[in-house]
């Protein structure tokens, strides 16, 4: 139970008493009733901040999941390429063989 206490006798501390009733002063109630009010409001504050924390979490994981997507898409990529280049290189050297053969059996 809280009752403002009237008089010029009034603290910003709180006077507890041996009754069964707490009484503070009209300031003191109010700055309790700010401090509540602060405090709720930070809470919910923290709660939405978690939330956002496991959010950000989440999209750094499925990140993490995407980079090693691109990453392993990347080394097939690379591993065609080369595949691709030898084929062309082994391709060279059998026409340049095929024509040398050729020049050498056409010229005698």
């Given at each position: 139970m809280i009752s403002p206490k009237l008089g010029s006798a009034q603290t910003d501390s709180l006077n507890v008493s041996t009754s069964d009733?707490?009484?503070?002063?009209?300031?003191?109630?109010?700055?309790?009733?700010?401090?509540?009010?602060?405090y709720v409001l930070l809470d919910s504050l923290n709660k939405i901040n978690e939330e956002e924390i496991l959010l950000l979490?989440?999209?750094?994981?499925?990140?993490?999941?995407?980079?090693?997507l691109h990453q392993s898409t990347l080394h097939g990529l690379r591993n065609e390429v080369t595949k691709l280049r030898r084929q062309r290189t082994f391709l060279s050297v059998g026409l340049g063989g095929a024509l040398v053969a050729i020049i050498v059996l056409l010229v005698p």
């Open positions: 009733s707490l009484c503070f002063t009209l300031n003191q109630a109010k700055f309790l009733l700010s401090s509540t009010e602060k979490t989440e999209i750094v994981k499925e990140k993490d999941v995407q980079n090693q």
